[in-house]
């Protein structure tokens, strides 16, 4: 509420809180208007008060109609915020108040808040003028703040109504702007793993060498492994990589890796300790059934010097000079596989004594019946390297489960004291 209005309310409860006293004081004179009684004396500064005050109620008390015209007092119009209308205060003046005679009052008759307490009915006096009474606003006094209306918003019935709005229509772009502004740029190409392919060749001790082959654009292939006359195939792994273990033939040891392409990579090894052992070599392609076997010091089959395949011994053996041991090697491959086996004994450290090598083809249901061809390599310490070839006929299936021995393929190795 803005300060303008904060007046106007305080000036319009002053006034009526005005006339409400002004009528309280005299009430006992307008009960005796009219009836010929002297009105009650006035009480006067140090007297003792009534002996009861009557009751106040919020009235609006209206003087007869030949009285003046009443004086309202309302905020006065002007610029702030809207508020709700107050209803106007109004004060009729009294003018059938007593008049005072010689300073005092008349003798207080018995009034009508008198009769109503003793329980009588007040007479009627005709000479009393009955007061009109304004049914249109009566007047109560708040000090509290209106509260404030909600704005009044027009009916439903009387809101414009909208039509639906107008599709809005957007120009399309053309395609053929579009490819036209924007310059053709060509893919970058993908970048593709390297295909180089190596192998590398480490010597390791008891004359082998260790053998590792990158091919990263041929995971999963067969390759073929060359040296000295010896042949076996491999696979390699997911990522083109092939790792493995060879005994050597010579002191200068040339590997040559063939893969499924046609393209072969070599590596060299220097072993330097070559000339401590004897080995012999068996190969062969496919399923044959051959076996390479050394019996070790006038040991017979299944003895613990009988070293074949079932019984292959491990490396550590002929480093420690216990005996020798056998090597396998090749994979099955979707196209050619080729196998080895290659027996190692520790010539140069091992006692005398005598080892008996020999081949043996045992008859299966997959070579019955067929001819095999196999291939031995016998290299010993200051000799040339040997080989023989074999063509060999297996009996029927009636015969599976026997064993062909072929003693004449590899020499027996002859051990002098040293």
Not at 35 to 40: F, V, Y
Not at 179 to 201: H, N, R, Y
Request: with cysteine; aromatic share 4%; proline share 10%.
């Amino acid at each position: 509420m803005n300060r303008i209005r904060k007046v106007a309310i305080a000036t319009a409860t002053f006034a009526a809180a005005l006339g409400i006293g002004f009528v309280m004081q005299n009430q006992d004179a307008f009960a005796a208007f009219g009836t010929g009684e002297p009105a009650a004396p006035v009480a006067t500064e140090g007297s003792a008060p009534p002996e009861e005050s009557p009751v106040q109620q919020p009235v609006r008390i209206i003087a007869p109609e030949e009285a003046p015209a009443p004086i309202e007092v309302q905020a006065p119009a002007g610029g702030g915020d809207a508020e709700p209308s107050q209803t106007p205060v109004q004060i009729r003046p009294d003018e059938s108040a007593p008049d005072e005679t010689d300073g005092a009052r008349l003798a207080r008759p018995v009034t009508i808040f008198a009769s109503l307490r003793a329980g009588e009915a007040p007479a009627p006096s005709a000479d009393m003028p009955r007061p009109v009474i304004d049914q249109a606003a009566p007047l109560l006094f708040t000090m509290a703040e209106p509260a404030a209306q909600p704005p009044i918003l027009p009916a439903v019935a009387d809101a414009p109504r909208l039509g639906a709005p107008e599709p809005v229509l957007l120009a399309a772009l053309g395609t053929d702007a579009l490819e036209l502004a924007l310059p053709a740029v060509a893919p970058a190409p993908l970048a593709t793993p390297s295909c180089d392919t190596a192998l590398t060749a480490a010597p390791q001790q008891g004359a082998l060498v260790s053998l590792t082959l990158r091919a990263p654009c041929d995971p999963e292939s067969a390759v073929v492994i060359h040296h000295r006359g010896m042949m076996f195939s491999a696979l390699t792994d997911g990522s083109g990589r092939l790792s493995l273990t060879v005994p050597a033939l010579a002191e200068r040891a040339t590997f040559i890796a063939e893969l499924t392409g046609g393209e072969s990579v070599t590596a060299t090894a220097e072993v330097a300790d070559m000339g401590q052992f004897d080995r012999a070599v068996l190969q062969w392609e496919g399923t044959t059934g051959m076996e390479l076997h050394a019996l070790e010091y006038g040991a017979g089959y299944d003895d613990e010097g009988h070293v074949w395949w079932g019984a292959p011994r491990a490396a550590e053996a002929a480093l420690e000079g216990m005996g020798g041991y056998i090597t396998e090697l090749g994979d099955e491959t979707p196209s050619h596989s080729y196998f080895a086996e290659i027996y190692t004994f520790p010539s140069g450290t091992a006692l005398p004594g005598e080892v008996q090598l020999s081949v043996e083809a045992v008859i299966t249901p997959d070579n019955c019946g067929q001819e095999v061809s196999a291939q031995s390599l016998q290299v010993r310490p200051g000799a040339a390297p040997e080989a023989t070839d074999l063509t060999l006929a297996i009996p029927g299936c009636d015969a599976l489960g026997q064993y062909l021995v072929l003693s004449n393929m590899l020499e027996d190795l002859t051990l002098a004291a040293r």
